[in-house]
Nanobody
């Protein structure tokens, strides 16, 4: 499975931006995909995840109400629509994939070890 993220860029605080991640190679009809981000000097952190079949989504508290994750099953693509962006949202955003649906416990949903496939990130910079 190959994951290719795109759509990052520079945006002013309060603005909106959308990033996408296309999966190719061996694709799955189920499972889940997620977005993580890593800011300079910080650890990678969970942003959002979505079950491929049900569309049930989870969000980190820091982005809840501002970010929306969605997927296009036909295109094997997951999207992250970001609005009301803040300078602290500046990070490299990476997508990840797992072949099973999201775990029941939220801690596992946020754990990088729950995802077997990772793509290269795309940089999102929010200026103040």
């Amino acid at each position: 499975v190959q994951l290719q993220a795109s759509g990052g860029g520079l945006v002013q605080a309060g603005g909106s931006l959308s990033v996408s991640c296309a999966a190719s190679g061996r694709t799955f009809s189920s499972g889940a995909m997620a977005w993580f981000r890593q800011a300079p000097g910080k650890e990678r952190e969970f942003v959002s995840a979505i079950n491929w079949n049900s569309g049930i989504a989870h969000y980190a508290d820091s982005v809840k109400g501002r970010f929306t994750i969605s997927r296009d099953n036909a295109k094997n693509t997951v999207y992250l629509q970001m609005s009301s962006l803040k300078p602290e949202d500046t990070a490299v955003y990476s997508c990840a994939r797992r072949s099973l649906p999201l775990p029941m416990d939220y801690r596992s949903v946020m754990d990088v070890r729950s995802y077997a496939y990772w793509g290269q990130g795309t940089l999102v910079t929010v200026s103040s």
